[in-house]
Nanobody
Framework: QVHVVESGGGLVQAGGSLRLSCAAS????????TGWFRQAPGKEREFVAA????????YYTDSVKGRFTISKDNAKNTVALQMNSLKPEDTAVYYC????????????????????WGQGTQVTVSS
């Protein structure tokens, strides 16, 4: 069974950058499609970015396109989310998720597609 743990969150000023990392334990993450989601206070969890298991294809929500990049480092068994040009509206708890059940080499953007979730890491962007 694979487990995922997020790290890299913190406080940053608007326009700054952060790099989140999702580390997997138990099994190699390169066998599973992986995604990042976020949840702001009082709001529902929403999709941010996703990548297929080979790392060849990725997908982003419109609000982060051109600013965020999702990538896989199979040697380190991690998935990263590089976040640039951060805005106050990016403030949220960010969650890493993996699809370990019936995965195919595709990306997934729905919460229900994922069965393994981390505990989340807080990202706060000040104005």
């Amino acid at each position: 069974q694979v487990h995922v743990v997020e790290s890299g969150g913190g406080l940053v000023q608007a326009g700054g950058s952060l790099r989140l990392s999702c580390a997997a334990s138990g099994r190699a993450i390169n066998g599973y499609p992986t995604g990042w989601f976020r949840q702001a206070p009082g709001k529902e969890r929403e999709f941010v970015a996703a990548i297929n298991w080979s790392g060849s294809r990725s997908y982003y929500t419109d609000s982060v396109k051109g600013r965020f990049t999702i990538s896989k480092d199979n040697a380190k068994n991690t998935v990263a989310l590089q976040m640039n040009s951060l805005k106050p509206e990016d403030t949220a708890v960010y969650y890493c998720a993996a699809k370990t059940t019936n995965p195919i080499n595709n990306y997934y953007a729905k919460i229900v597609d994922y069965d393994t979730w981390g505990q989340g890491t807080q990202v706060t962007v000040s104005s």
